[in-house]
């Protein structure tokens, strides 16, 4: 019976699968990994292999590791230009929010973005993207915000369907329209938040380019009753939610997106006892930030010691973005969770996998190695698993495996 498409020997596995207190990993040593129709078909320590299995290619491992492809919850790496002269200007002492209020940040790149054509854009994104899948990334999530008019924002997520069909990755869009206040609407952020909720969010899900719905809600963002309202609107059409939160003051923002049942709430630097307490009931993921956390050189770290008291699950994201986290490295980012805010490394690898995918709900298809879920698969040239965590600006990945390419390409 046991004939599968592929199999993954001579390796060792970070299943993420069953984790306990004596291996976070849930390691299996000398493993072994069979997939069929892009499923995980078989997996367990290969002396334990049915008897008369076959497979049509045998993937030889030499003796690296095997863990669930890599998974970048939270991006925005749909946007044209970059914001290099508001680095320096940062460096100088101005910050972000006054460059903001100014009419720069997330509006020069909403200007850039505008200008910017769909091939153009297509082609700035697709080398962030092959930044990230060359570091085992196999589901990437990437947000609209940079458009802020209906055009412009379906043109993004556009772009980000057409980088998921060119590039053997799970892409989740998510639309961002309330990320900023755009120039027309100057004055009038409640009109703008009308237009989102009776024009940008309904055209943008009947052309079916959105898998959820996030906003920035902040003060130079918008008021949590603003938020409200979107959020409203969004599960109105079956939309699921999820938030920047909490990230420069606390609104309050990640008890309101529990209160809505969201996904995830995002950056959290922050947040309340009482909105962790939130978001443990409602089962909101906390997804921590690292990169902006550091660009940004903020000191109010994320309740991290609060988060893991109330069992609510933490993932890690790059927040791919040119205004507070130009970065294209979810391993980096698993090291500087670890360095800056006091994960395990184990964490930090459930933060981009186990957890990534509850983030997206994507749970029962990705982020572990167990029969039934996506044959998405990262193979690494190292002894264990902390490795990942523990070196920065190395990239010990040798394979990438996604379930739509039939039996998996070596990256
Ligand atoms: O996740 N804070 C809001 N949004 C982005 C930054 C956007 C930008 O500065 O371009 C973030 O940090
Ligand atoms: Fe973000």
């Known amino acids: 019976m046991n004939h599968w498409d592929a199999i993954w020997l001579n390796v060792n596995l970070a299943t993420l699968d069953g984790q306990s207190g004596t291996d976070p990993y849930g390691s299996v040593e000398d493993g072994a990994v069979a997939m069929l129709d892009g499923r995980i078909a078989w997996v367990g320590p290969r002396a334990a292999l049915p008897a008369g299995w076959r497979a049509q290619v045998e993937h030889d491992c030499r003796g690296g590791w095997l863990t669930p492809g890599l998974i970048d919850c939270h ?124 024009e940008m969010l309904p055209a943008i899900h009947a052309a079916g380019l959105a898998d959820a719905v996030d906003a920035f809600c902040e003060g130079i963002g918008f008021s949590p009753q603003q938020t409200a309202r979107v959020f409203e609107r969004a599960r109105s059409l079956g939309l699921p939610v999820k938030l920047h939160a909490d990230q420069l003051s606390d609104l309050g923002g990640a008890a309101l997106a529990a209160q809505h049942g969201a996904l995830s709430a995002d950056h959290l630097e922050y947040s309340s006892q009482a909105s962790v307490d939130a978001m443990a009931r409602a089962g909101t993921v906390a997804v921590l930030l690292p990169g902006a956390y550091y660009f940004l050189r903020e000191t109010r770290l994320p309740p991290v010691a609060a988060l893991c008291a109330a069992l609510v699950p933490m993932a890690l994201a790059t927040d791919c973005n040119p205004g507070t986290s130009p970065c294209t490295s979810l391993l980096l980012m698993m090291n500087m969770a670890c360095t800056l805010f006091r994960l395990t490394p184990a964490e930090a690898l459930a933060g981009v996998t186990l957890h990534a995918a509850r983030a997206l709900g994507l749970q029962d298809q990705a982020g572990r190695i167990a029969p039934g879920l996506r044959a998405d698969l990262a193979l690494w040239e190292i002894e264990r698993p902390a490795e990942l965590a523990y070196a920065f600006g190395a990239n010990p990945c040798v394979g990438r495996y996604h379930a739509d390419t039939a039996v998996g390409t070596p990256a």
């Not at 991006?75 to 209020?101: K, P």
């Not at 200008?115 to 899948?133: K, V």
């Not at 990437?142 to 412009?152: E, M, V």
């Not at 924002?153 to 772009?159: A, K, P, T």
């Open 75 to 198: 991006t925005h790496l749909v946007y044209a230009g970059s914001r290099a002269a508001e680095f320096e200007q940062r460096l100088q002492g101005v910050s972000y929010e006054e460059i903001a209020r100014a009419g720069g940040g997330i509006l020069s790149t909403v200007r850039a973005t505008r200008a910017a054509g769909e091939r153009d854009l297509l082609r700035q994104s697709s080398a962030r993207l092959a930044a990230l899948l060359a570091e085992g990334v196999t589901t990437v999530e990437i947000k609209s915000g940079y458009g802020l008019d209906t055009a412009t924002e379906s043109r993004i997520l556009g772009v980000a369907r057409q980088l998921a069909a060119a590039c053997a990755v799970e892409v989740k869009t998510t639309f961002l329209g309330a990320h900023a206040l755009p120039p027309e609407y100057a004055g009038h952020a409640d009109d703008y938040i009308d237009l989102v909720c009776e």
